[in-house]
């Protein structure tokens, strides 16, 4: 009977393989301006849910283009101007929450840097990202990739 792998064999297997190719920095960022990476990442997380990653890459463009573009800027802005740049990746309403629920955590909490949250261990880190729904599985591995952290760390 097989068993699930722990959490030690799935680190494990993450450190050998970041040993022999390592860091694959994975994620297309298109539009990174140093500090901004970590925003780009985390709202195309949440863009390409339920979508093809096309529709969410022009809803960033939207964003970019619009001038919405970091956390401080999604919490600012009106929900319709929000609407209206991320429509092309669908469930737009919803997806306005999430992007807007998740900044404006950011901003109230870590200072609108996304470098303050992830500064937290691992553990600490879940909890603090476990305030949003189903986001969080794919924001969280997104992100923990962003930061060059496993997901799988205790």
């Known amino acids: 009977m097989e068993s699930s792998p722990t959490t030690k064999t799935l680190l494990d297997v993450y450190d050998r393989l970041l040993k022999k190719i390592g860091q694959r920095n994975w994620w297309p960022v298109r539009y990174d301006s140093g500090s901004d990476v970590g925003f780009e990442i985390s709202a195309g997380a949440i863009l390409v849910q339920n979508t093809s990653w096309s529709n969410a890459a022009r809803a960033l463009a939207n964003l970019h283009t619009a001038g919405i573009w970091g956390y401080a800027a999604i919490h600012a802005a009106p929900e319709a101007n929000l609407i209206r740049a991320i429509r092309s990746s669908g469930y737009y309403n919803t997806k306005t929450k999430k992007l807007k629920a998740f900044a404006k ?33 794919r924001l969280r591995t997104i992100s923990f990739s962003a930061q060059q952290k496993s997901p799988y760390s205790s």
């Open 105 to 137: 955590a950011l901003v109230e909490n870590y200072a609108g840097d996304d470098a303050n949250l992830f500064s937290h261990d691992l553990p600490e880190l879940r909890t603090h990202l476990s305030i949003f729904t189903e986001s969080v599985k």
